[in-house]
């Protein structure tokens, strides 16, 4: 069998290239530190956060996991009239970077937009990385958080009972571990889990994993950096639990409604569609787009592309039928 | 890709934002982009909405810095920085920036979008007069309004009630015609899409450019039918999407390319076995008595290491033989 790609998008392909330079498709562990400080990551954080004065932004430090440190919640709120006073919806965002990389502001473009259309409360979440913080730190700050933004929900104008977890690549990854874990500890309970390109599975075995080897953004030399930091020798074994790579997870029933989406030219497409796949053997409701051409996180990436403009509308049309607006 | 942009004009508004410039509108070029990509592309890369219109050709894309596509009846402002598609022809493509200075970047940007709109033109329209290509494109537009494409199917004289294919000749501009011509088709080596209502006729176009390139010059050295009916492909059509123009040939390829080589008989007499019912009639295809075709296959299945007289063996060289055909660039 040969690992032909399929091509990327001519957009994205040309998008691709602008941004080599800081974006690679690679990424080795000892090369972690150098990203963590280069122009990638500060150009992904690098927004303004109130959206033109649409948001109220605000940094709380709440209590973290049980004997860890505290965790620091990025809350932003909308201030137009019809809004304030209300219980809001919560989009409850968790930021991506290979379980290794980034911050809380890192990719809460994509939230901020919708909730400037839905008029919904965005609370980013900050938890430690790997490898210097390695499993479970990182769900179980993301769990800390949650438990923290539904007890307050009040506090910050959102409605407990409609929580939107939402995340991109690994934050997507630890949005789908926290329904898990939510569901399990019977802790809050999420309204419904958006999984954008979410990294799911820690044995980067498959297919197309080898087939965008070298190619795009996260590839598996990549992944298996990312990996191997959160899991250390436990990755790629028998004993990684659902809560650190829901890939492994046997029990998929109920859980909330999932929404996921991935390029089609990229390392996760078939992990992704294997787990919208078991979500609806297991008879749960799920929605699957996989955009022909999409190199990892494209939309994020390369937002004006015709191509990324689409997979956003798909995500903020799901919102707001799960949100029944 | 915008704060990318945006970085780089600030850093570097001369060599370095410019030289990312004529890379990005390369690669579109380079991937076959379509015109709303390059005029997407000139907005973004210069952080204010493009424009791009050619009253003649009826072509009017006007995309905003964020990527979306919005139209306007307001006319261009004769101060926006500008680029015509030909030299010396009059302004097609606009970046809508008030009070511009002269800047470098823009300029870049328009000189390389212009360059790649003209390509797209010149490409999907050609130039003859007799059948207007700006309709013929509409026409084969999915993205066109479904109202401008009727109106376009009627300036072509076509009946919009009638089903009509495209076609996709080697050299040549796009065609439409009834789905069953009264003219015979174009000369030349061609795809023909499948015969529908007007309104699929950008599918048709895509079928028609996928027969084409099952094509062949018909010729000693490139064997093979100079016209492909999409619709008479079946399942092999699908192998279109396995075998990348240009791309690396599968080893039965390599191994007819290498026979061919040395043995020039070998390609017209393989494809005459190949495309008719027995070996006599192969033999009579290729002028050559029954026998010594038979010594021809026993020599060419020497070279290529698979027997030609099994139905496995010619299912093998049939493929080998398309195979060969898609995988030039």
Not at chain 1, 77 to 95: D, I, S, W
Not at chain 1, 150 to 175: M, N, Q
Not at chain 2, 123 to 145: I, K, N, Q, S, Y
Not at chain 2, 289 to 304: I, N, V
Request: with cysteine; aromatic share 4%; glycine share 10%.
């Amino acid at each position: 069998m040969s690992h032909v790609p399929p091509p990327f998008d001519p957009e994205l392909a040309a998008a691709l290239d602008l941004i080599k330079d800081v974006l690679s498709p690679g990424l080795a562990p000892d090369e972690i530190d150098a990203v963590r400080q280069g122009p990638g990551i500060q150009m992904l954080a690098e927004l303004d956060l109130t959206l033109d004065g649409c948001f109220k932004v605000e940094d709380r430090t709440v209590p973290g996991p049980e004997g860890a440190p505290d965790i620091s919640l990025l809350i932003c709120r909308p201030t137009a009239q019809e809004f304030v006073g209300v219980a809001q919806p919560v989009l409850y965002h968790v930021h991506g970077g290979g379980m290794v990389l980034g911050n809380n502001r890192v990719g809460v473009d994509g939230p901020l937009a919708w909730a400037k259309e839905l008029g919904a409360v965005v609370v980013s979440v900050e938890y430690r990385l790997a490898p210097e913080n390695p499993y479970p730190a990182q769900i179980e700050d993301v769990y800390a958080g949650l438990v923290w933004t539904a007890a307050h929900a009040a506090e910050i104008g959102g409605d407990p009972e409609r929580i939107v977890l939402a995340g991109a690549s690994a934050g997507g990854g630890l949005s789908a571990a926290l329904a898990l874990l939510t569901r399990d500890r019977k802790g809050p309970r999420p309204l419904g889990q958006l999984l954008m390109c979410p990294m799911l599975d820690d044995r980067n075995e498959t297919l197309s994993s080898h087939q965008m080897a070298g190619l795009g953004v996260w590839d598996r030399t990549a992944n298996e950096t990312g990996w191997g930091a959160l899991l250390g020798d436990l990755r790629g074994g028998p004993d990684v639990p659902a809560y650190a790579a829901p890939a492994r997870a046997e029990d998929l029933s109920g859980l909330p409604p999932a929404f996921l989406d991935v390029g089609s030219a990229e390392t996760f497409r078939d992990e992704v569609v294997a787990y919208a796949s078991r979500l609806w053997q297991a008879g749960g409701r799920a929605e699957l787009h996989v955009w022909p051409g999409g190199f990892h996180g494209f939309d994020g990436f390369a937002p004006q592309a015709a191509l990324s403009q689409a997979a956003r509308a798909a995500q903020l049309t799901w919102l707001r039928r799960l949100l029944g607006d | 890709m915008k704060e990318l942009a945006g970085r780089l004009t600030a850093l570097d508004p001369d060599a370095g934002a410019a030289v990312q410039v004529i890379a990005y509108f390369d690669r579109l070029a380079e991937s076959r982009a379509g015109l709303e990509a390059l005029v997407r592309g000139a907005a973004v890369l210069a952080g204010v909405p493009a424009r791009l219109v050619d009253a003649d050709r009826r072509v009017r894309v006007r995309v905003e810095a964020d990527g979306t596509r919005r139209e306007t009846d307001l006319p261009p402002d004769a101060a926006w920085p500008s680029a015509a598609l030909t030299p010396g022809g009059a302004p097609a493509l606009w970046l809508e920036r008030a009070q511009a200075t002269p800047s470098v970047v823009d300029a870049v940007i328009l000189e390389r979008a212009a360059g790649a709109v003209r390509l797209v033109l010149d490409r999907t329209r050609g130039r003859a007069p007799a059948d207007d290509p700006a309709l013929v494109e509409t026409v084969l537009d999915a993205t066109a309004p479904e109202p401008a494409r009727l109106h376009a199917v009627r300036g072509l004289g076509l009946d919009p009630a009638a089903p009509a294919r495209a076609l996709a000749p080697h050299d040549g501009r796009p065609r439409i015609v009834p789905a069953h011509p009264e003219t015979g088709l174009p000369a030349g080596r061609l795809g023909v899409g499948p015969a529908g209502p007007v309104l699929e006729l950008p599918h048709s176009w895509a079928a028609a450019r996928v027969a084409l390139r099952f094509t062949a010059d018909g010729t000693a050295q490139d064997p093979g039918p100079r016209v492909v009916y999409a619709d008479e492909l079946g399942g092999i059509a699908l192998l279109a999407d396995l075998v990348a123009p240009g791309s690396e040939p599968a080893p039965d390829v390599r191994a007819l390319e290498a026979a061919a080589a040395t043995t020039p008989w070998l390609l017209a007499t393989l494809h005459a076995v190949a495309s008719t019912a027995s070996l006599r009639a192969a033999a009579t295809e290729s002028n050559v008595h029954h026998s010594t075709l038979q010594d021809r296959l026993t020599h060419a299945e020497h070279l290529l290491g698979w027997p030609l007289r099994t139905p496995q063996g010619r299912l093998r060289l049939h493929l080998a033989l398309t195979m060969r055909h898609l995988s030039r660039s």
